[in-house]
């Protein structure tokens, strides 16, 4: 075994009040693809920015082919072979391929000899791009290859991954991880930043643990990972999901397990009814959703999978009423409650307190308003006790709503969601970039819910997801909607949503 | 608040530094502001509350704009806007009594602000034309019109100044005895406390504040028509800065004529930022800017110092806001990362 190519140890970061990073640690060899787990605020992003030169640690190590280095911005990291991909595109819409490369290493040089440099190194890398295309057209996938590219664009020996599958369909992930595996094989070395326990042991050789900035575990996935390849070892799979569960969270396992399709009756009243349904994209050109029928009756969970892009944002934006329907038949039974994929920007107001966030969601027909004055201690007050009722973690109900952790915020927003009494929940990618627990108490309230008769309508770019939630799964390809046979499985899931017109 | 003394010190020491450096005794200079604008009952009530009225209006207006994420930079027009409005309306009510004749006035400027700022409100409804530039344009058009109107349909009976004629007695506001100080400031005061109310009490207030701070929010989340909401808080705003056009000729000019405004509209939006938004704060820091507007012309009479120097004072103190907000954001930003 080679000595390790990156070794980063006992960094400690500080923002303002917060410890990011403990004693953080990672040691990455060549030939290997090293899962990065923790979950989310565990300091993994952190670790990554250190290990780019992005952040300066305040005490610690770097060594580099066991070389003590300082990193002091990016492009000191570059020059010493780590590439960072980062978690969301940095590429410039308007740009090209070629253009957004050349920006990004540096390179001076005339258009010509540009998409002759370009055209190079993607077939060197084996990654394939249309250097002159404008990298706003490109679909997600392309997008994140152009990412990779760009961090191998210096002759890169450690590629890291921030989290790269979360916009990825299955099939898509399956790719990125085998390129992650060739690369590693050719003699570099990859680190994948993950908070999927199922990801880290498809796709690495070792993993290493975070948590609350803590380096916690370190170990190889031993055989878990061909013996899941070839479909067999499940015990040794889910041992070792035991074990790095444990890591993570730090406490006895509770994994989400998945709740037998409950049996919703036949006469049960019927919430949501769309037929022959077709919405407009939201950039007006051409239809998002082309061919939608779907009936939600009360009680039910009904989880729509697509690749992102599919249509179907738009499918439960037009069911929720935000956004208009073209053509077809709407009925909804009121009231609704909407919760949007995006918290920080369609949920709530981040510099608004969490009362003022929760006046804002329940609108003019709360009780604290009476002929349009707005009663702010009674308002207050019943935030507090949802906050409690929700273990909603918060200084306060006059903290802004900035202040809190992802999964405290949606815990609010699903709160508030509920404040409302409503007859249908539409929510949208609702767990997405939660960790393990509060994913857990966001599926027990829709759960719970449900088990009220609310009729619950979801999408999830996690198909574990979809499948541990979905009573019923319909599937988004294309802008065309099927309804999955129940008890369907990955596969035949994962087919229909890479199907094309009917 | 200690931010804000902080910011108008800095002004006034720069002002300071300014005077030294142009020669003059910088203790004998604003010595002479200060008694110019607060040395004596007269000169405080005549001098920097006559000046604070307007101020402290188009300032509201400008606020109620901002909180719902409208930059009302119009405020000089459509101050002209119900100026006229209410110079033309004022003219016709000789034989009124009073008590009517001088609600309907400031009733018609109000409007007038209102109208004038409508064109930029449909444009951005419509078009989505930045209001920025739209309300600062009609500034021009508001002062050509101001020329136009006092050397046509309403300039004098004699025809020779460029100027209206005088209000009749039933349309000026009443004047504190003694003083020149008018009924113009219980307006203010009166609105400062309306738009207080407003936002700290009533659901439109609050959804108005919303959309300001984050509208894809009021409209995905809250369901509040944001556009509209928006476009009603610049007429609001216009409509401040037409009764303040309004309150001005009724007690202070009682005609009208060109440069009636020293830049009120300018001056206020100074204001309103050095309040940051709050009615409460608008209203001292009125009195402040006022007491510099009345202080520089004492200065230049006593002293010899163009009164435009005090704009160093202003600008100063405006940019020292500006950077200290800039610097407590992102100080926040450092400690949540």
């Avoid at chain 1, 070792?206 to 061909?226: I, P």
């Avoid at chain 1, 730090?250 to 019927?270: C, K, M, N, Y």
């Avoid at chain 1, 027990?444 to 999830?460: F, H, P």
């Avoid at chain 1, 596969?491 to 017109?501: F, Q, R, T, V």
Wanted: hydrophobic letters at 50%; one cysteine or more.
């Amino acid at each position: 075994m080679t000595g390790p190519i990156l070794e980063l140890s006992n960094i400690h970061k500080r923002f303002g009040t917060v410890q990011a990073l403990t004693a953080a640690g990672l040691v990455v060899r060549a030939g290997e693809v090293h899962a990065l787990l923790g979950e989310n605020g565990a300091g993994k992003t952190t670790l990554m920015h250190v290990a780019s030169g992005m952040l300066a640690p305040d005490s610690g190590e770097i060594l580099i082919d066991g070389v003590p280095r300082r990193l002091r911005s990016p492009r000191d990291a570059r020059g010493a072979g780590i590439g960072l991909v980062h978690q969301h595109f940095t590429s410039i819409p308007a740009l090209t391929v070629a253009e957004n490369i050349a920006l990004f290493a540096g390179w001076e040089v005339r258009p010509r000899e540009l998409a002759l440099r370009v055209g190079a190194l993607t077939q060197r890398l084996n990654l394939p791009l249309d250097p002159a295309a404008r990298a706003g057209t490109l679909p997600v996938a392309l997008l994140q290859r152009l990412e990779i590219v760009k961090a191998l664009a210096g002759d890169a020996r450690v590629l890291l991954l921030d989290e790269p599958t979360g916009v990825l369909a299955p099939s898509e992930a399956d790719e990125l991880l085998a390129r992650a595996r060739a690369f590693a094989e050719a003699g570099g070395a990859v680190v994948l930043i993950t908070h999927k326990l199922d990801e880290a042991l498809r796709g690495a050789d070792r993993v290493t643990v975070l948590r609350r900035g803590a380096m916690v575990l370190e170990r190889e996935t031993g055989d878990g990972r061909r013996e899941t390849e070839e479909g067999t070892g499940l015990g040794v799979r889910s041992q070792e999901l035991g074990v790095l569960t444990r890591a993570m969270i730090g406490e006895a396992s509770i994994l989400d397990e998945p709740v037998p399709a409950s049996f919703t009756a036949e006469d049960a009243p019927r919430r949501v009814h769309v037929a022959g349904l077709e919405v407009a994209r939201e950039s007006g050109l051409g239809m998002a959703v082309k061919q939608a029928s779907l009936g939600i009756r009360a009680g039910e969970i009904v989880a729509v999978a697509g690749i992102e892009g599919s249509g179907q944002r738009e499918l439960l934006r037009a069911i929720a009423g935000v956004l208009p329907v073209f053509r077809g038949t709407r009925e909804v039974t009121q009231p609704l409650a909407f919760i949007p994929e995006d918290r920080t920007t369609e949920g709530l107001i981040p510099e608004l307190s969490l009362t003022e966030n929760v006046v804002l969601g329940l609108g003019r027909s709360a009780s604290w308003v009476r002929r349009g004055r707005l009663d702010w201690s009674a308002a207050k007050r019943r935030t507090g006790e949802m906050i409690a009722e929700f273990g909603v973690r918060a200084a306060g109900t006059d903290v802004p709503a900035a202040t809190l952790s992802g999964g405290n915020q949606q815990k609010l927003i699903i709160a508030r969601a509920l404040e409302r009494l409503p007859a249908v929940i539409v929510a949208e990618n609702p767990t997405r970039g939660l960790d393990v627990q509060a994913t857990r108490a966001v599926h027990d309230r829709l759960r719970e819910a449900a088990g009220r008769g609310v009729a619950v309508l979801l999408y999830s770019n996690d198909l574990d997801e979809v499948m541990t939630l979905g009573q019923r799964i319909v599937v988004m390809a294309r802008g065309t909607l099927r309804e999955a046979t129940a008890g369907a499985s990955r596969s035949a899931i994962g087919e229909l949503m890479l199907a094309g017109p009917p | 608040m200690k931010r804000q003394v902080a910011s108008f010190g800095a002004g006034l020491a720069v002002l300071a530094i300014f005077f030294a450096a142009s020669g003059h005794d910088p203790v004998a200079a604003l010595g002479a502001m200060y008694r110019g604008a607060f040395g004596s009952w007269y000169a405080f009530t005549s001098g920097t509350l006559v000046r604070a009225i307007p101020l402290m209006l188009i300032a509201l207006g400008f606020t109620v704009g901002l909180r719902a994420g409208v930059l009302n930079i119009g405020g000089e027009g459509q101050f002209y806007a119900g100026a006229i409005a209410a110079t033309w309306i004022g003219l016709k009510l000789g034989g009124w009594p009073t008590i009517a004749a001088i609600p309907l006035v400031l009733a018609v400027a109000f409007g007038a602000g209102a109208l004038w700022v409508a064109v930029p409100a449909w444009l951005r409804l419509r078009f989505g034309v930045l209001e920025v530039i739209s309300t600062l344009l009609l500034n021009f058009v508001a002062e050509a019109l101001v020329s136009f109107m006092v050397q046509g349909p309403l300039q004098e009976s004699q025809h020779i100044y460029p100027q209206s004629d005088q209000l009749p007695l039933s349309a000026r506001l009443p004047v504190l005895p003694g003083t020149r100080l008018h009924l113009g400031i219980m307006i203010a005061l009166g609105c400062a406390v309306l738009v207080w109310y407003v936002f700290r009490r009533t659901m439109i207030g609050f959804e108005l504040r919303a959309v300001g701070r984050g509208p894809i929010a009021a409209r995905v989340t809250g369901g509040l028509p944001v556009q509209r909401l928006a476009a009603m808080a610049l007429l609001v705003s216009g409509a401040f800065a037409g009764l303040a056009g309004g309150v001005e000729v009724g007690g202070v000019s009682y005609a009208l004529y060109p440069n009636l405004s020293p830049g009120y509209g300018f001056t206020a939006i100074a204001v309103a930022l050095l309040a940051r938004q709050s009615p409460v704060g608008i209203i001292a820091s009125a009195i402040l800017f006022g007491a510099l507007e009345a202080g520089a012309g004492a200065m230049q009479r006593d002293v010899g110092v163009p009164a435009v120097a005090v704009y160093v004072a202003e600008a100063v103190t405006i940019i020292a806001v500006l950077l200290a907000d800039t610097f407590s954001v992102r100080r926040r930003n450092v400690v949540t990362a």
